[in-house]
């Protein structure tokens, strides 16, 4: 038999761990290309080589051509390829995750269907965000209550901070300078952090729209997983710029801004770790990065649970 044409894929154990990894890089008005196993963007101010197998996702902003081999070395190492809008408040479409295995999303898909298990994820998001204080007795209802007022009181904490004033949320996707600055750098921060959490989801194999507090969308696990962060990362950073002065775009230092607090806050490595808690109450799910990106196909069974797949099975004679 003749071997198949191309490159061959690298081992997954030879990549790096997701948790690992660079958070994002967002580029626009530029050539992606390949050379070797790493990717090279170049526009009118030069020519830069990113390493494709220690990158998390790369986000293509407008202006963006992207070339089959770059796609190809991106897809191999395991990286996620995100096509965004202008500013980087639009999401139209990702690429193939690296995950090959699919229990993590069973254990999703299994905690999302049953009420009593959708009910405890999402109570268990709520209570991550109280820590210290004695919230386990509340609904549902109750918790929604307080976490919005949670959020309105960081507001106005940040706000009497920095001096900037804040007269409440608001966000036009089709009017993005149409908000105040702290608005603007509040959506530019918030969908560079969705980027970094869509990849993530997709990285270990969940599916980004089985939402447990947010529902309806197809982002909808990412929103709820975003909604754990945004108290640390993207409030004081969407107010500290705009208390600052600007010496470009706020969409674009808002983006850098979220690059460096991200590394800083580890958020790859604890977002990893809380995806997997959340979906350990549906059952255990303690597997390393590396098995999910085994490919582990089976068939299902409802006598032994699975049976190998690529097998010729002869008729039963108990029928």
């Given at each position: 038999?003749?071997?198949?044409?191309?490159a061959?894929?690298?081992?997954?154990?030879?990549?790096?761990?997701?948790?690992?990894?660079?958070?994002?890089?967002?580029?626009?008005?530029?050539?992606?290309?390949r050379?070797?196993?790493?990717?090279?963007?170049?526009?009118?101010?030069?020519?830069?080589?990113?390493?494709?197998?220690?990158?998390?996702?790369?986000?293509?902003?407008p202006?963006?051509?992207?070339?089959?081999?770059?796609?190809?070395?991106?897809?191999?190492?395991?990286?996620?390829?995100?096509w965004?809008?202008?500013?980087?408040?639009?999401?139209?479409?990702?690429?193939?995750?690296?995950?090959?295995?699919?229990?993590?999303?069973?254990?999703?898909?299994?905690?999302?269907?049953?009420?009593?298990?959708?009910?405890?994820?999402?109570?268990?998001?709520?209570?991550?965000?109280f820590?210290?204080?004695?919230?386990s007795?509340?609904?549902?209802q109750?918790?929604?209550?307080?976490?919005?007022?949670r959020?309105?009181?960081?507001?106005?904490?940040?706000?009497?901070r920095?001096?900037?004033?804040?007269?409440?949320?608001?966000?036009?996707?089709?009017?993005?300078?149409?908000?105040?600055?702290v608005?603007?750098a509040?959506?530019?921060?918030?969908?560079?952090?969705?980027?970094?959490?869509?990849?993530?989801?997709?990285?270990?194999?969940?599916?980004?729209?089985?939402?447990?507090v947010?529902?309806?969308?197809?982002?909808?696990?990412?929103?709820?997983?975003?909604?754990?962060?945004?108290a640390?990362?993207?409030?004081?950073?969407?107010?500290?710029?705009?208390?600052?002065?600007?010496?470009?775009?706020v969409?674009?230092?808002?983006?850098?801004?979220?690059?460096?607090?991200?590394?800083?806050?580890?958020?790859?490595?604890?977002?990893?770790?809380?995806?997997?808690?959340?979906?350990?109450?549906?059952?255990?799910?303690?597997?390393?990065?590396?098995?999910?990106?085994?490919?582990?196909?089976?068939?299902?069974?409802?006598?032994?649970?699975?049976?190998?797949?690529?097998?010729?099975?002869?008729?039963?004679?108990?029928?």
């Amino acid at each position: 038999m003749n071997a198949i044409p191309g490159a061959r894929p690298p081992d997954p154990k030879d990549l790096v761990r997701v948790r690992d990894r660079l958070t994002f890089l967002f580029v626009e008005r530029c050539t992606v290309n390949r050379e070797s196993n790493a990717i090279s963007i170049a526009d009118g101010h030069g020519i830069a080589h990113v390493p494709a197998a220690a990158l998390s996702v790369l986000l293509l902003g407008p202006g963006v051509r992207i070339t089959h081999s770059a796609v190809s070395v991106l897809s191999e190492s395991g990286s996620t390829i995100v096509w965004v809008g202008e500013n980087g408040v639009r999401y139209y479409a990702h690429g193939s995750p690296p995950s090959r295995s699919s229990r993590l999303l069973e254990a999703q898909a299994r905690a999302v269907s049953d009420p009593s298990l959708r009910l405890a994820v999402a109570r268990s998001m709520y209570l991550m965000r109280f820590s210290g204080e004695d919230v386990s007795k509340l609904s549902l209802q109750q918790l929604r209550g307080r976490e919005g007022a949670r959020i309105r009181r960081l507001y106005r904490q940040h706000s009497q901070r920095t001096g900037v004033p804040w007269d409440g949320r608001e966000y036009d996707p089709d009017n993005f300078e149409g908000g105040s600055l702290v608005n603007q750098a509040l959506s530019a921060a918030n969908s560079a952090v969705y980027g970094v959490i869509h990849a993530v989801i997709v990285a270990l194999g969940c599916s980004p729209g089985l939402g447990f507090v947010h529902n309806g969308n197809y982002r909808s696990f990412v929103y709820d997983i975003a909604d754990l962060y945004k108290a640390d990362l993207t409030i004081p950073i969407a107010f500290d710029i705009a208390a600052g002065p600007l010496t470009e775009a706020v969409g674009s230092a808002a983006r850098k801004k979220v690059r460096d607090s991200v590394r800083e806050f580890r958020l790859l490595e604890r977002c990893v770790a809380d995806i997997k808690g959340l979906l350990s109450i549906a059952g255990p799910v303690d597997i390393d990065d590396e098995e999910l990106i085994v490919d582990d196909l089976r068939l299902w069974d409802d006598r032994e649970g699975t049976v190998a797949a690529g097998v010729s099975y002869e008729e039963s004679a108990e029928l």
